[in-house]
């Protein structure tokens, strides 16, 4: 610990010496420049703070020890964990790459798996429904809107959202794409099978599911934690970010594209498999530990291990994602 204080401490004396520089350089400046140089300044000096302040929780000092940099509010979004400084930076961490047997995997599998449940399960506002819904169309009379979050606990019954035209490569694609329905943030708990397709946006999708969810048409999501019992399909003109997880199987087919940063995880106990078909894309960390990763010759596994492990696989964090909110 000595050692890694020893090397952080010059750093952010340094910081704090060229931001004093800087602000005793531009008391000579004009008026007009010098406010516009101290808007920058400002910023410039909010964002080393941040990161001074990242830099040094990463290395272990606690919360409050330079009295000059900010607190670091942290969090688990999805396999991955965000750090926040005063609500303006966000910073994404990971788990630093390393070998793990089955057993930790499924352990990790389990606690992601858990998170996503109880984060839709005490979600505000969550509507308790049976049997089977669908829901066809934005602010339609069950609720679903471009403008709020929703959520819903379906008991006995799969759940189907047929949002809008879905012909992934039809000639006028980029009409369909211009016309794509927005939502803002979905999650739903089914007691059954899942079905989303249409050409629809989600910032942030949800998914945990008893059955199987399936995924096709023109549908993205920025950000998706998709949990299917018996397996998770992906498949069409879909663009995910995020991770899926089952305990059976898990397929991308059909030009899909999960994008950086993604991870699916297939753990099960015998003869699972995560396969990648037909020109489909993914980016991030694709395992089945206790089974089998397949792919054909057009499929595309773009590794980014190094900075992608979940949380719960106990190592060093890495942060691989940073921007101003």
């Not at 047997?101 to 979600?123: G, K, P």
Request: proline share 2%.
């Amino acid at each position: 610990m000595r050692s890694k204080c020893g090397n952080v401490l010059p750093l952010v004396l340094g910081l704090l010496l060229v931001l004093s520089i800087l602000v005793t350089s531009m008391l000579r400046m004009p008026g007009t420049l010098r406010r516009n140089v101290s808007l920058v300044a400002k910023e410039t000096q909010e964002m080393y703070f941040a990161e001074s302040a990242v830099l040094a929780k990463l290395n272990g000092f606690p919360d409050g020890y330079f009295a000059e940099l900010p607190i670091v509010e942290s969090r688990i979004l999805g396999p991955w964990t965000e750090w926040r400084v005063r609500d303006k930076f966000q910073f994404m961490l990971g788990s630093e790459y390393g070998r793990f047997s089955t057993s930790e995997w499924a352990r990790c599998a389990i606690v992601l798996e858990q998170n996503l449940h109880e984060r839709i399960l005490h979600s505000v506002g969550l509507k308790n429904l049976s049997g089977n819904r669908r829901f066809f169309k934005l602010d339609s009379s069950d609720g679903l809107s471009a403008e709020r979050t929703m959520a819903i606990n379906v008991s006995a019954g799969d759940l189907t959202l047929d949002l809008g035209e879905s012909r992934a490569f039809d000639s006028a694609f980029e009409n369909l794409r211009s016309s794509r329905k927005s939502i803002r943030s979905f999650m739903a708990n089914v007691e059954g099978d899942v079905k989303i397709r249409g050409n629809v946006h989600f910032d942030t999708l949800r998914i945990y599911a008893t059955g199987s969810v399936s995924v096709q048409g023109n549908v993205a999501a920025d950000f998706a934690e998709i949990f299917g019992l018996a397996s998770v399909t992906v498949s069409g003109n879909v663009s995910l970010a995020g991770s899926l997880l089952s305990k059976q199987n898990i397929e991308i087919s059909d030009r899909a594209q999960m994008k950086f940063p993604s991870v699916a995880l297939a753990v099960g106990y015998r003869e699972n498999r995560l396969v990648l078909l037909e020109k489909s894309v993914f980016e991030g960390l694709a395992i089945a530990p206790s089974g089998t990763v397949e792919r054909d010759s057009s499929a595309k596994i773009l590794d980014s291990t190094q900075a992608l492990l979940p949380f719960c696989m106990d190592t060093r964090n890495v942060v691989f994602s940073r921007r101003r909110l």
